[in-house]
């Protein structure tokens, strides 16, 4: 026997490979080698659904990893096999031309040092793209990319059936951006009366009969990156940061990256069904965005706007005429100008394709079933449910009229009344092919990034109560054939650990007195926000019925609350009454170097940030996030969700269901491999 040796270069790129996937800066995510395949290792498929190949081969110029082969090998190969199969070359086995060969390069830092002293490294590639092709037979393929004389970098896919038959009809996926348990906990705690101990009403979210925990690791590190949760909810794939609908590949393009069909594109195309997207946030936002964008850099708005109405353009892929409903924010990037896709009017451009197109709750109300409708009420974000009900005076000075008047944007539907409309069209128009909904309260997380957690959980109660209309909506039409989720794409860091006395703590002179205010433990005290029902209720505050929402949000003993990531910031434990928090502000034109604003909470003490300093906001965090499910094939998403590798899946089965695992990778999977086909 011949022994087998390993080149030199080679080593260190092993080497470096076990390394890499730990370290902070990563030259590629997913290519720990210098030959890197797209989709990557552990990738699962739906039978039939769409994908692009990108294939790269890295040759470090400079660097740890250099090797002395600075230019990248052009003549790899690379090979498909079924299981039990003889690998066949990629463009035979899909019976397409073999495609261009690109070249380019790009730098990254290897770590802080190299950050910091601004050395950057240079890696040379040669790279090949195969353009929508598709796995149509159920099980596993072994995808393997040969380069540098012999090394080898494999890939294991895995293809997953559909269901036999169709279990429900309509699907509504409920996502509660950055929600955790905790914060359900807080919000039920706020808004629910109390008894002994006992809570006298509880949350719909309480009431669903299946209660199941996702895992939210990301392929970046520990917590999760911008966009890509987003991403795994609505395709099946996970994804990287700021990524929508592709694997970052490391070209320059935002928009060449090697894509992948989302649950929206897919229903359509196989079903001809209704879509209806819904969101608090401006509608080019990550979530709404990731069911039909697909782009490396989620902050490429215009395009996404562009992709809700034509779909991709720049490359063949999957025929998208539209959502049915698409409702939200953002009409900076419909209003013709600076900050639209090629400065056209889309307000326009979805009328000339038979939209209806409101820009306020009347009109909202007002506008017929029969027919898409175009739903945009604000510039940026729509304003949160507590400016909107409470402290209305927020709501002027905005200049956020959808129309570009720069009026202010008052007459403002809430994740309820868009919900509901949404439905009704859906349900007008798509009653026999089924439909899918996507309805986001997005402020939850972009209330939690600033700190400002009364803002948070009321959007949250708004969520809860959107969700309770909505099952009694379903049942007002007769629809007992619609699979609701609730969940979310990611969580914070939140909880509760007690209470504040903010009269005592308001008295006190110094920010160590002022922590004396916190009562923990015995001193907590119960929540004294005062419930509807209660006797202390004599707000005039009124809302849908049977909904909870604090009657007073400014109550003398709060909940002692915070974030584990935060910037440097003050805290007071009192609501914001004159509008959203701004915790930090920055100190250098020239740089991120944010400190506290000693405008906000100007009555609370000073409390040290755990982030770097050029971070304004709090961050993500690991934690599993809740699924709720109720509705045909509810039983599917019970228990921890669990990567689908590691727990037997009974395709098409109701059997033992729930040792089924679905990840956030995988809700949009297992709802199409056992509820649609």
């Not at 019976?95 to 040092?113: G, H, M, Q």
């Not at 969580?491 to 002179?509: I, P, R």
Request: include cysteine; glycine fraction near 8%.
């Amino acid at each position: 026997m011949i022994p087998f040796q390993i080149p030199s270069f080679a080593v260190t790129a092993f080497a470096w490979a076990l390394v890499a996937q730990a370290q902070s800066f990563q030259r590629l995510g997913t290519c720990p080698t210098f030959g890197c395949v797209f989709p990557p290792d552990q990738t699962d498929f739906l039978a039939g659904q769409y994908f692009d190949i990108r294939l790269e081969v890295h040759a470090p110029a400079n660097g740890s990893e250099a090797t002395g082969r600075s230019t990248p090998d052009t003549n790899f190969t690379f090979t498909i096999a079924k299981q039990g199969g003889s690998p066949q070359s990629a463009a035979s086995y899909f019976k397409i031309a073999e495609p261009a060969l690109e070249r380019w390069n790009f730098t990254w830092y290897e770590d802080f040092f190299a950050r910091d002293t601004k050395t950057p490294s240079l890696v040379n590639v040669a790279s090949k793209a195969y353009r929508r092709v598709a796995l149509y037979q159920p099980g596993e393929y072994t995808a393997t990319l040969t380069y540098n004389n012999g090394q080898k970098t494999t890939a294991s896919w895995l293809v997953r059936d559909l269901a036999t038959a169709r279990k429900t009809k309509n699907i509504i996926l409920f996502i509660g951006d950055g929600m955790t348990t905790n914060m359900i906990s807080a919000a039920r705690l706020i808004a629910h009366k109390t008894v002994n101990g006992r809570y006298q009403s509880r949350l719909q979210m309480d009431q669903f009969p299946i209660l199941g925990h996702q895992m939210t690791v990301s392929f970046c590190g520990s917590s999760e990156s911008p966009g890509y949760p987003n991403v795994a909810d609505e395709s099946g794939h996970k994804s990287t940061v700021n990524a929508l609908g592709v694997y970052r590949d490391s070209s320059p393009s935002p928009f060449d990256d090697p894509k992948f069909e989302s649950i929206a594109e897919i229903f359509h195309r196989l079903t001809n069904g209704g879509v209806g997207i819904v969101s608090t946030a401006f509608i080019a936002d990550a979530t709404p965005a990731a069911f039909t964008a697909h782009t490396a850099d989620r902050g490429q708005y215009p395009h996404v706007v562009d992709t809700f109405l034509n779909g991709v353009t720049n490359y063949t892929w999957t025929n998208w005429t539209g959502p049915d409903v698409l409702f939200g924010g953002g009409a900076e990037q419909f209003i013709a100008g600076k900050t639209s896709y090629k400065g056209q009017d889309y307000y326009k451009l979805f009328q000339n394709k038979g939209y209806n197109v409101v820009q306020n709750n009347t009109a909202l109300s007002g506008t017929p079933n029969n027919a898409k409708t175009l739903g945009i009420f604000s510039v940026s974000n729509l304003p949160v449910w507590l400016d909107r009900n409470v402290y209305k005076q927020n709501l002027l000075g905005k200049k956020n009229s959808p129309d570009g008047s720069k009026g202010n944007a008052t007459d403002l539907p809430g994740l309820k009344e868009m919900t509901l409309k949404a439905i009704d069209i859906l349900d007008a128009r798509h009653r026999k092919e089924g439909w899918f909904l996507m309805s986001e309260a997005a402020s939850i997380d972009k209330q939690m990034h600033t700190l400002d957690y009364d803002r948070a959980l009321g959007d949250l109660l708004e969520l809860d109560d959107t969700v309770k209309a909505t099952i009694a909506k379903l049942k007002q039409l007769g629809n007992q054939e619609t699979l609701v989720l609730v969940t979310a794409d990611h969580g914070h860091g939140y909880d509760v650990a007690g209470s504040v006395d903010t009269k005592y703590l308001n008295a006190q002179n110094t920010d160590r007195t002022k922590r004396n205010a916190i009562g923990t433990y015995r001193e907590s005290g119960l929540s004294q926000y005062v419930n509807p029902g209660s006797p202390q209720d004599t707000s005039s505050l009124q809302h849908s019925e049977g909904a909870a929402f604090p009657a007073n949000w400014d109550p003398r003993y709060t909940l002692f609350s915070a974030v584990g990531a935060n910037p440097d910031h003050r805290e007071n434990y009192q609501v914001h009454k004159s509008g959203p928090r701004v915790p930090a502000v920055n100190t250098s034109a020239a740089e991120d170097n944010y400190i506290a604003n000693y405008k906000d909470a100007v009555s609370g003490f000073l409390v040290n940030g755990t982030l770097p300093v050029n971070a304004a906001q709090g961050v993500h965090s690991l934690t599993d996030v809740p699924v709720f499910a109720e509705g045909p094939c509810q039983e599917m998403f019970g228990g921890e969700l669990n990567p689908l590798k590691d727990l037997p899946v009974k395709l098409g089965s109701d059997a033992d269901v729930n040792a089924q695992g679905f990840t956030t990778t995988s809700i949009s999977s297992s709802i199409w491999r056992h509820a649609w086909v």
